[in-house]
């Protein structure tokens, strides 16, 4: 009995005592409070800290693809009463939602956002593989609080797998006005047994009048341009899609489009076995603010669209023809492409890159501005990749191999895209072969400066130095040297002995079966042309060496010095490997083989 009595005590001095213990915890935490409130931070009003939090959320960027996760930023909300509040109130910094699954936070997400435009980015599961597979998480709930506010979003980002299940019903859910949308971007993945779930959907929102307000556009699916009408917009990429994309409709859309600001254009239009899709527009369609114009497509379409577009603001051309295509739509494409020249402005340095291997995209034109300012760089600061990738050029062309083998389309390129003001000239990955040399060499009289950045077989480059710019181009009298007014060589990253002279068993090889070598050395070659171009009035004064590869410093870099005028090179280079490797230059018997298993 008295157990009992002395354990009800107990419990009502606890509960005296419980009074006190909330009221001291009370005033430790307006203590804390308070404390804080004096913090430096808590000087900074509500709107300052609201563009702290909108910046920790990345709120600004554009690219909806790198949106951070809700748990990388959501913590600015727990570390202190004010922080908070001023978080809760910043309707902006709940107004993004990205939607991969069932989100039990979205109706509260859309509760603080309050009456802000919302940017939503919707990731479509794909179907299960096989019935092992688990299903995936339904979006049914969330979809449901997301599209009723399709009048408040501004930006709307979907990417629709194939034959997923919700992608029918999300289209159904886009079956609305949407007054707010300004950015929209839709990847659907092709399906091949059936036709595209959003292409109905899709084209009938685009031509709604309230759809009028739309300002940047991605279309990675098919679409039906008929009626198709967005004067505000400023962006649009089209392509990537199965179903392909009328083009005649699509450029009467252009037509309608006058603020129109960048173009890009990838796979989206039918080919005809290399013909056009559509007849050019006539008259054009004038976009007097496109700055940006990227195509890849065949030859015939790139062209149609070329000659479709009136662009007197253009500053940037990207042109990658695919495949398919003639050289004599090859040479339609130059001539396209030069009739925006006037537009683009002069070429002050043209890079042509090439794959070690002639696969069918062989040749890439890049056109530069500006020249490299070589005799104010010092060599070992001095990078061709660096000063290629350091700026933007305004002249892309990407074509297959026709216009380094066909005549006419390397003539075409050489005449009609005024090459004539080039100064210096890059040779990438890839030699030209002797078809476009020779029209390069016919166009071009004032380059300064040759570069050759990371190509491993030079040794044909003496050859093409020494070549009569005459050749065999019939009518044509003048027999200077090419490049005559050429004053530097650059050799960056290049190969000083070609794939034979690199491997010291197969030169012994070679010289023990009296099977000679293919080419002379490369140093010898290089050697004998710059004697000769000096003794006949075409002299190349300076010689640089970028990290050169497999080069002899004390006999190659000395017999350079003694025929060119300046020497400078970079002391980062490579030697041969084999000389240390202790290899005495003797073949040895046990690899003497029969002649008839020498490759040769």
Known sequence: MSNVAMAGSHTWAR???????????????????????LSPVSAFPAEVLSEVFLHAAEFYTTDITSWPWMDEWIQVTHVCRRWRAVALGCSALWSRLTLTG???????????????PLSVSVLLPPPR?????????????SLDLAFPCLTRIRTLALEVEPESECSSEIMELLDGPAPL??????????????GSAVIGPLSELLRRPESSGLRHLELNCPVDWT?????????????????????????????????????ITQYAFIDYRGEPAASPLVPRAVL?????????????????????????????LCVNSVERGSALWQAHLCAAAASKMDILGQIGT?????????????????????VPNTPATDAEEDSTHDWLNDRTPFLELNTNHCIDQEDLAAAAFCQLLSIQSLRCLVFHKKLPSQTLWRHLIKHTQFVAELRVFDIEDARDLPAMLVRRRCGDLQGYEDHQYALPRLLCLTLDEVSFRGPVENNPFLTLVRRHYGMGTKHPPFISTLLDCLIERYENGAEIETLRLLEPHDIKENRDVEDLKHVVRYVEWSNSWTPLTWEHDGFDGELPSSCIFSTAIIPW
Request: with cysteine.
């Open 15 to 37: 509960e005296d005592t419980e009074p006190d213990t909330a009221q001291h915890f009370q005033c430790n935490y307006d203590l804390r409070s308070h404390l804080n409130a």
């Open 102 to 116: 069932p989100c039990d936070w979205m109706s509260e997400f859309i509760a603080r956002s309050k009456t802000y």
């Open 129 to 141: 593989t096989s019935s092992f597979d688990d299903p995936p998480p339904p979006l049914e709930d």
């Open 181 to 194: 949308l300004e950015f929209l971007s839709i990847s659907e993945e092709p399906r091949f047994d059936s």
């Open 227 to 263: 009626g198709v009408s967005l004067p505000r917009l400023t962006l649009l990429s089209v392509g990537n899609c199965r179903d392909k994309t009328g083009m005649e409709a699509f450029l009467n859309a252009l037509a309608q489009m006058p603020l129109l600001e960048e173009l």
């Open 288 to 316: 007097s603010r496109l700055r940006v114009l990227r195509l890849r497509e065949t030859a015939a379409n790139c062209t149609c669209i070329l000659e479709s577009l009136d662009t007197p603001s253009l500053s940037r």
């Open 350 to 370: 043209l890079a042509v890159s090439g794959n070690r291997a002639n696969f069918p995209y062989d040749i890439f034109l890049r056109c530069y501005h500006d």
